[in-house]
């Protein structure tokens, strides 16, 4: 198997995507930010705000997943990650960038995490599809229910608050790139989705406006072997 081209971007993703080649992607697999505390008009102790809250998230939403429809291929997916905060906003986002939704997966982390005392503790991050005219899953045994350990505190390849699990992330490309192709990310972070991409013989780019973290990337990504977070 041929080495895959990596490109790696320390820039905004607005800037960056428009970089990409139209219709040159196979799928655009992202964790952006949940926009938890972005709050405008709303109540300030409110983590999600009002729905116009929601409507002005949606349109910032709306402006980097119209680029990244703009270089998917006619048969491309995309994968945008999320909270139940996030349905709404991603919705809306999609209707804007008239592209479309196609199902919502439950990623089961098998993790209780923290909740306050009216709410119940999630153990659970929900996985956006939006598809091309074209785009199949070939796999039609894939469910909408994804159980997968997530990786908290120091079990972390790095120190990455959002790190999601690399093994996810290859399941996700199995899904959408079964052949191959280019993998995007514009929210890279500390780089899973390029390390699975890696592994999975998929070229990638990836996009992050934090220095620190492309750095954290580009050594995970590179890492001569496998470590016991890959699989």
Known sequence: MATPNITLHHGDCLEKLRLIEPMSVQAVITDPPYMIGSISVGDPSSKSGTWADMENSAYWFSAWITQCKRILKPNGFLIVF?????????IRAFSLAEIQAQSCMVWDKQWIGPGGPSALRPVYEIVMFAA???AK???????????????????????????KPVQLMRYLISLTAPDGGLIVDPFMGSGTTGRAAFLEGCDFV??????????????????????????
Request: with cysteine; glycine share 4%; charged share 30%.
């Open 82 to 90: 999320g909270n139940w905060r996030s349905i709404p906003t991603l």
């Open 132 to 134: 091309m005219p074209e």
């Open 137 to 163: 899953i070939r796999n039609r045994s894939a469910k909408d229910i994804y159980t997968c350990k997530w990786m908290a505190g120091n079990m972390k390849e790095s120190k990455h608050p959002a790190e």
């Open 206 to 231: 990836g996009i992050e406006r934090e220095a620190e973290w492309v750095k954290t990337a580009n050594q995970r990504i590179f890492a001569p072997s496998q470590s016991s977070f890959d699989v």
